[in-house]
């Protein structure tokens, strides 16, 4: 089993940033992608960033490609999302998500494993 513990999220302005972590405990040794969904009001839930375990270019939806990086510290199980230049239709609750499959997840939801409970964040004009 693996937990996923998400943190970092908040309310910021238009244009404003935020770094969110998510922290992995457990069997860690089986994941090979880590990734950030999220759920906006009254939407579907959508991929935003994703990122093998072992490296490689990561891969991002074209909502969030130039403003949003994401990022991992394997000596920590940590797993970051640096927002800039937050928009309001980046609001939304934001999951961290594991999957134990090695070959191409990007954005499947049905190929990830586990999932935190997720975190905030709330972008005002």
């Known amino acids: 089993q693996v937990q996923l513990v998400e943190s970092g999220g908040g309310s910021v302005q238009a244009g404003g940033s935020l770094r969110l972590s998510c922290v992995a405990s457990g069997y860690t040794n089986s994941i090979y992608f880590m990734t950030w969904f999220r759920q906006g009001p009254g939407k579907e839930r959508e991929g935003v960033a994703v990122i093998h375990i072992g490296g490689g270019s990561p891969y991002y939806a074209d909502s969030v490609k130039g403003r949003f990086t994401i990022s991992q510290d394997n000596a920590k199980n940590t797993v970051y999302l640096q927002m800039n230049s937050l928009k309001p239709e980046d609001t939304a609750l934001y999951y961290c998500?594991?999957?134990?499959?090695?070959?191409?997840?990007?954005?499947?939801?049905?190929?990830?494993?586990?999932w935190g409970q997720g975190t905030q964040v709330t972008v005002s004009s």
């Open positions: 998500a594991a999957s134990r499959y090695s070959g191409l997840v990007r954005f499947s939801p049905r190929l990830y494993d586990y």
